[in-house]
């Protein structure tokens, strides 16, 4: 119960920071760093919750990985590529 919990808080977290990057077209106060560390450490603990087959562990890291890398992608396209 307490993974599950944790990791709708975890999940949800990355949800209001794409909306504002979206709603607002601004991703400079976000730091590129701490996108690309929290991306590959969710694909990381994905990856362990495969392996010991934790149902918790993969859904929620699952949909955070989705958001934090639609983030991060977004802040690649809005502060690197686009002028």
């Known amino acids: 119960m307490i ?3 944790a ?3 975890t999940t949800i977290a990355f949800a209001p920071q794409l909306i504002k990057a979206i709603k607002t077209k601004s991703t ?3 730091s590129l760093m701490m996108l690309i560390c929290t ?3 969710m ?3 994905l990856a362990h919750g495969l392996i010991i087959n934790d149902l918790a562990l993969i859904a929620a890291n ?3 990985v989705t958001l934090a890398s639609a983030l991060l ?3 690649l396209k809005q502060d690197y590529i686009t002028t």
């Open 3 to 5: 993974g599950y919990i």
């Open 7 to 9: 990791g709708i808080l």
């Open 73 to 75: 992608i977004y802040k």
């Open 62 to 64: 699952s949909i955070s």
């Open 43 to 45: 694909m990381l603990w």
């Open 39 to 41: 991306t590959i450490g």
């Open 28 to 30: 400079r106060d976000i």
